[in-house]
């Protein structure tokens, strides 16, 4: 009943035409977000905040041995999520298969920071390695946004997103990316493909994941062999 006032008022302000100031007619649209939040059915446009880009444009050519997606060009269009989704990430423990790492500390990845700086990144040995985070309850996963190094316009090989109810990925896990094509990982198959590392991240959206852990794999980039994390976002809402 609310959605259809809400509609009506701006249906009546669209109609009442010219003489109307277009505030009130953002008004009656904001308001009818506002009677969807009520009724939990109209999603909201996922807010991002960005980091600083580090060059303009990506490379016109795939990389060689690579199954590039055609980079588009254009800023990434807004993601619509349910209301109330938080990121679950942010300042939450992290870990990773590589005892140590080579640059930095894994809490790197959840600290806020996602800049192309030196000090921003956490690197990890060469070959198979992942990071993984602990979100502290079950969340009721929309989005997910992975930034690794993107200083340049490197290609990330093998990335692999899961999620899980427990640390070992031994209950409930749900591979929600994969770009590895020729199984050079042993995880699957991917059929996502690979992407140039820019400042906007890898956005995925985990249709219908439901997880406490989020496990992120890389084999290297174009650039080396090395793996680079710098941040990671997992936008949910608890489970109730
Ligand atoms: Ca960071
Ligand atoms: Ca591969």
Redesign the pocket.
């Known amino acids: 009943m609310k959605i259809k006032l809400a509609v009506s008022l701006i249906l009546a302000a669209a109609a009442s035409g010219a003489g109307r100031p277009p505030a009130l007619l953002a008004d009656a649209i904001a308001s009818a977000a506002e009677t969807g939040k009520d009724a939990g059915a109209a999603l909201v446009p996922l807010r991002l905040k960005l980091p600083k880009p580090v060059f303009v444009g990506t490379p016109k050519n795939a990389p060689p041995g690579t199954n590039m997606e055609k980079p588009s060009g254009k800023k990434r269009p807004p993601v619509m999520v349910p209301p109330g989704c938080v990121n679950a990430a942010k300042d939450r423990p992290v870990t990773s298969s590589a005892p140590t790492p080579i640059i930095g500390e894994v809490e790197?990845?959840?600290?806020?920071?996602?800049e192309a700086t030196d000090g921003?990144y956490v690197e990890l040995a060469r070959g198979r390695q992942y990071v993984q985070v602990d979100l502290g309850k079950k969340y009721d996963i929309s989005a997910i946004v992975l930034w690794h190094y993107h200083g340049d316009p490197r290609v990330y090989h093998d990335v692999v997103i899961q999620t899980a109810l427990d640390a070992d990925f031994i209950s409930g896990v749900k591979t929600v990316f994969n770009n590895d094509h020729d199984n050079s990982s042993g995880l699957g198959v991917g059929r996502d493909r690979e992407y140039f590392e820019t400042y906007e991240g890898k956005l995925v959206e985990p249709k219908g994941a439901t997880g406490r852990y989020v496990r992120m794999y890389s084999r290297g980039s174009t650039a080396d062999e090395m793996n680079r994390y710098?941040?990671v976002e997992v936008y949910g809402r608890p489970e109730k």
């Open positions: 790197l990845l959840t600290d806020g920071d996602k921003s710098t941040e």
